[in-house]
């Protein structure tokens, strides 16, 4: 899921891409936020803070990719082994 919904504008590392590395985001961010995030982005941008500042910041909004909340809970879960791992 990630491969094919965020991988060409996030890595798994903390290197750029078109937004930022995800490497370590289950370690600043809980998980209702990654999980709004990734499904809610426009409202985030909106309304939330740090998805305000990380617009700022990066310049381009993040696109919403119309994922069920199993499949949002699944790249929660990608993405904290990604973090579990060196």
């Not at 996030?10 to 990654?34: F, M, Q, S, Y």
């Not at 949002?72 to 990608?78: A, K, P, V």
Request: net charge negative; glycine share 4%.
């Amino acid at each position: 899921i990630f491969v094919s919904k965020c991988a060409a504008c996030h890595k798994t590392t903390a290197d750029k891409v078109v937004g930022p590395g995800l490497k370590g985001v289950t370690e600043i961010r809980k998980p209702e936020w990654i999980m709004n995030m990734i499904t809610n982005p426009e409202e985030m941008t909106k309304k939330d803070p740090t998805a305000i500042a990380l617009f700022e910041e990066h310049l381009i909004q993040m696109t919403f990719q119309n994922v069920s909340d199993e499949d949002t809970r699944d790249i929660l879960e990608y993405l904290r082994q990604n973090d579990s791992t060196n």
